[in-house]
């Protein structure tokens, strides 16, 4: 598991996995309500901005970003 701040995606059921996320910004740059938020290698989604609309699950070059269960 990653760190407790970078895994505080709480209650979205987009899932990041930091193991895998190489901080290159593409899943931002889909992001129509601007919910991904990129700074100083730590990406965090904003659960109530975010409308599930899985555009950044392909976008992620990496296979970083699934959609995951609310723990
Ligand atoms: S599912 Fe859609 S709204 Fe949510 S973080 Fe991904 S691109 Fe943004
Ligand atoms: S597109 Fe994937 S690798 Fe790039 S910042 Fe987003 S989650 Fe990380």
């Known amino acids: 598991m990653g760190t407790p701040v970078k895994s505080a ?5 987009i899932l990041v996995d930091y193991d895998h996320c190489s ?3 593409a899943c931002v740059a889909v992001c129509p309500p601007d ?6 290698a730590t990406l965090l989604i904003d ?3 975010c409308t ?5 699950i392909p976008a992620c ?8 269960e609310v723990a």
């Open 35 to 40: 919910c991904i938020i990129l700074h100083d």
């Open 9 to 13: 995606v709480h209650s979205s059921l």
């Open 47 to 49: 659960p109530e901005a």
């Open 52 to 56: 599930l609309c899985r555009r950044c």
């Open 61 to 68: 070059p990496t296979g970083a970003l699934t959609l995951g």
């Open 23 to 25: 901080y290159c910004g």
